[in-house]
C-alpha cells in the first residue's frame, strides 16, 4: 500500500493479490495470481480514482509549474500563468458539480500554486504549495500513475463458452493450438 496524505490532499494506491488454481492442458495443476490494483487520488472531496486522463492532466499541470518556477525564481516581479481546471459533474440532482483549479500565485516575491476545490460555485477546500510541495505532490501522483495497470477483460469467444458449458483450452484435454510465428523479411516504404 501507498499513502500520501498532506494539506487535505490524499494519494492512496492497493494491490490485492487474487490466487486462481487450474488444470493446464497436460493434467498439471497450476496457480496463477491476479493482481487487482486501486488507485485514487483525493483532493478533499474531489476523487480521482484510477483515471489516466486526469492523473495525467494533473501531473503535467506540476510539472509546468515547476519548470516556471525555476525558471522565475530567479527573475524579480515575473509571473507564472498558469490557471487549469477539471470539472466532474454527476447526473444525480443529489450530487452537486465539484471544479478542482490549479493556479499560480505570487506572494512576497515567492511562487506558490493554489489549488483549490469549488463545490457548486462556492469554495470547499483550498492549499498553497511552494516548489518543494509540489514536487512531493508530482512523485506521489507520478508514483500512482505508474502502478496503473490495464484491466484483464474476458473476451466474448470465452464468455459463450462458459456460458454454454464447454470447457476453455487450459481446462480441456486437448492442448491449444498456437499459430506458427510468422516473420516479415522485407519492408516496403
Given at each position: 500500500?501507498?499513502?500520501y ?5 490524499k494519494v492512496?494506491?492497493t494491490?490485492?493479490?487474487e ?21 485514487g ?7 480521482v ?8 492532466f ?29 470539472h ?9 458539480p465539484l ?7 505570487q506572494k ?77 523479411t522485407?519492408?516496403?516504404?
Open positions: 500500500m501507498i499513502e496524505d498532506y494539506k487535505g490532499i492512496e494506491a494491490v490485492e493479490m490466487q486462481h488454481d487450474y488444470v493446464d492442458a497436460g493434467g498439471h495443476c497450476r496457480v496463477r495470481f491476479e493482481k487487482n490494483i486501486k488507485v487520488v483525493r483532493f478533499w472531496k474531489f476523487l480514482d484510477g483515471n489516466l486522463t486526469e492523473l495525467a494533473i501531473k503535467s499541470t506540476l510539472n509546468y509549474f515547476m519548470q516556471c518556477y525555476w525558471k522565475r525564481t530567479s527573475k524579480e516581479g515575473s509571473r507564472i500563468e498558469l490557471m487549469k481546471t477539471i466532474h459533474s454527476h447526473k444525480s440532482h443529489f450530487v452537486n471544479s478542482l483549479g490549479f493556479m499560480a500565485r512576497n516575491k515567492k511562487h506558490y500554486l493554489e489549488i483549490s476545490l469549488l463545490e457548486n460555485g462556492n469554495p470547499a477546500g483550498e492549499v498553497y504549495l511552494d516548489g518543494p510541495e509540489v514536487l512531493m505532490l508530482d512523485i506521489a501522483i507520478g508514483k500512482a500513475i505508474s502502478l496503473l495497470a490495464p484491466k484483464m477483460i474476458e473476451s466474448e469467444e470465452e464468455k459463450g463458452k462458459e456460458e454454454s458449458g464447454e470447457k476453455s483450452g487450459a481446462e480441456s484435454s486437448e492442448p491449444k493450438k498456437i499459430p506458427p510465428i510468422q516473420y516479415i522485407s519492408f516496403d516504404c
